[in-house]
Nanobody
Framework: QVQLVESGGGLVQPGGSLRLSCTAS????????MAWYRQAPGKERELVAH???????YYADSVKGRFTVSRANTAKAAYLQMVSLKPEDTAVYYC???????????????WGKGTLVTVSS
């Protein structure tokens, strides 16, 4: 089985910074795409940032210029550097990865359990 574990969430003041980490473990042959989603209370889960196996990135308009997604393939990890945080960034942030468990297997999707980011003074 594959597990994704996020870390780095917490309480931060507006204008502050946080760096989220997501580490995958288990039976993993390779990881294709990685992404970060977030969900605020009463709202739909939304894509925040996405990075492909080739390093191409996508950001939601609401975070573009403030958030940076990166990956470390050897460490099987994804990161989200967040700066200039706003109260509207408050949400549970979820890690997402497309994983192959064998060289010939189909891609499977895995989610972390989430880490809470609260931006408030």
């Amino acid at each position: 089985q594959v597990q994704l574990v996020e870390s780095g969430g917490g309480l931060v003041q507006p204008g502050g910074s946080l760096r989220l980490s997501c580490t995958a473990s288990g039976s993993i042959f390779s990881i294709d795409d990685m992404a970060w989603y977030r969900q605020a209370p009463g709202k739909e889960r939304e894509l925040v940032a996405h990075i492909t196996s080739g390093g191409s990135t996508y950001y939601a308009d609401s975070v573009k210029g403030r958030f940076t997604v990166s990956r470390a393939n050897t460490a099987k990890a994804a990161y989200l550097q967040m700066v200039s945080l706003k109260p509207e960034d408050t949400a549970v942030y979820y890690c997402w990865m497309a994983v192959r468990t064998t060289s010939s297997g189909l891609r499977a999707i895995y989610w972390g359990k989430g880490t809470l980011v609260t931006v408030s003074s």
